[in-house]
């Protein structure tokens, strides 16, 4: 009479580290969690503004939020065809902050020798064919604002990726030499490492 009851207790017995797996462990696990956040529990727009300040210390904090806002919201439109296998967290963002410290160093006021303009350095006649074909129109002073410099920008890098058939470093080239310049003579392969250099340094601080 009393084997069922044995038999109760030693299945009861075995069932604790199952029951621990299940319950107790991810309890414990979400308390330490709360207790001892990492780096990696900030939010993504807090670590591209950190990020984004150790690179320009100079930029005031109203700018610098501003920015930062900016990279993370629209770095979430950039194609996944940009990302490897599969987009792992920050790598959209840390190829967007690549992009613009190798343009523009984080100055949106920047302007070079043929006259392209902003944080991503956009042409004039790009970035109003770009707004067309989304159905808006742009002044050129428009192009030193981050929020419509950025957007533009990843529309283009966008249609570049759909250009290239999603090669990364080809509508890399393609962005910074013009796709003619990239079908002709292959454009500048320092420039994509130096991007990619960027992105990776980007992912490094959020370890």
């Not at 100079?58 to 996944?80: K, N, W, Y």
């Not at 613009?100 to 949106?108: A, D, G, N, W």
């Not at 006021?109 to 956009?122: D, W, Y």
């Amino acid at each position: 009479m009393l084997q069922p009851k044995i038999r109760k207790r030693y299945i009861f017995i075995a069932s604790l580290p199952l029951l621990y797996q299940s319950f107790v462990a991810p309890i414990a696990g979400s308390l330490i969690g709360k207790t001892i956040p990492g780096r990696n529990s900030l939010p993504e727009v807090v670590q591209i503004k950190e990020y984004i300040r150790s690179e320009r210390p100079s930029l005031s904090e109203e700018e610098l939020e501003l920015l930062s806002r900016a990279v993370d919201r629209e770095s979430g439109r950039i194609h996944d065809s940009a990302c490897g296998v599969f987009c792992q967290e920050g790598e959209k963002a840390g190829l967007l902050l690549g992009i613009i410290k190798t343009e523009s160093e984080f100055y949106r006021k920047a302007r070079s020798k043929k006259n392209a303009l902003g944080l991503m350095q956009i042409m004039p006649g790009t970035g109003s064919w770009i707004a067309s074909w989304e159905g808006n129109k742009i002044k050129k002073e428009d192009l030193f604002l981050p929020e419509t410099n950025i957007h533009l920008g990843v529309s283009y890098l966008n249609h570049l990726l759909e250009t290239h058939e999603g090669n990364l470093r080809q509508a890399l080239l393609a962005y910074n030499a013009g796709p003619a310049a990239v079908k002709k003579w292959g454009g500048v392969p320092a420039y994509a490492e130096e991007v990619f250099s960027g992105q990776e340094e980007y992912l490094g601080s959020r370890e």
